[in-house]
């Protein structure tokens, strides 16, 4: 059963190295992509130094796009999500989200942020299924159309997809795990209104799902 995992890297040159790294020494991933998702600073230049494969996009084409690029160039049955810009991955975050999938308990699990900073675990509190940590059986990414389409919609998207499908769902808390929001990494007014942009892809997403099982 082989495991790639997929970083979708939108100018993350600060946090790219620590997460890419972890993930790549991970005993039970087999394949780390990261996705330069038209970066315009040192991304591709740090992932390429790590080892791992990197893709590189020349255009920012959104998050669900760079997601799809990374699950396109992979042949495995199961793929991790990773956001590029978490702070405090470790082993065992990634053992929480891929060993229900891997046992079978689970067809997709999705992470929780708790006991980190006190704003990103209460962005996840409110929105859990906004989360950017998933593992996903690669047919379940098949069977949804446009995902490339979605930009910041990817997750909801992806969310109802499971709902809307019946596809076994297992939640998993990720203690000690956060990540660099818009607002630090843009400066406050620009990072609120890239909020605002997010929040408008992701309501564009709503109903657009297709039963398929
Ligand atoms: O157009 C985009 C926006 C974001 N991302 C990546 O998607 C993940 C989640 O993005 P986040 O919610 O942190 O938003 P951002 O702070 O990048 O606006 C991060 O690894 C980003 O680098 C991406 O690949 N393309
Ligand atoms: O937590 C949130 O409110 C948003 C935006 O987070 P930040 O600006 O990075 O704090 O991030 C989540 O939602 C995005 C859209 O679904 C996902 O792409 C991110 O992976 C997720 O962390």
Not at 44 to 56: P, S
Not at 100 to 119: C, H, L, N, S
């Amino acid at each position: 059963m082989k495991i790639t995992a997929v970083i979708p890297a939108y100018n993350e040159e600060k946090t790219i190295k620590e997460v890419a790294t972890i993930v790549n020494r991970h005993r039970l991933v087999d394949e780390v992509i990261v996705v330069s998702d038209g970066s315009t600073d040192n991304t591709v230049k740090i992932a390429t130094k790590i080892g791992v494969k990197v893709i590189d996009l020349t255009t920012n084409k959104g998050k669900g796009a760079a997601m799809k690029a990374g699950v396109e160039q992979s042949q495995a049955d199961i793929i991790l999500f990773l956001d590029a810009d978490l702070l405090g991955l470790k082993e065992e975050h990634i053992d929480k989200l891929l060993i229900p999938v891997i046992k079978g308990d689970a067809e997709t699990t999705i992470g929780i942020f708790a006991e980190g900073r006190m704003f990103t675990d209460l962005a996840q509190k409110i929105a859990p299924f906004l989360s950017g940590q998933r593992v996903v059986r690669r047919r379940i990414l098949d069977d949804i159309p446009d995902l490339d389409m979605t930009r910041f919609g990817v997750e909801m998207a992806l969310t109802q997809h499971i709902k809307g499908n019946n596809i076994r769902l297992k939640e998993v808390v990720l203690e000690d795990l956060s990540h660099v929001m818009k607002e630090e990494k843009r400066g406050f007014i620009k990072g609120f209104m890239s909020r605002l942009k997010m929040y408008w892809e992701i309501l564009k997403n709503l109903s657009t799902t297709r039963k398929v099982r």
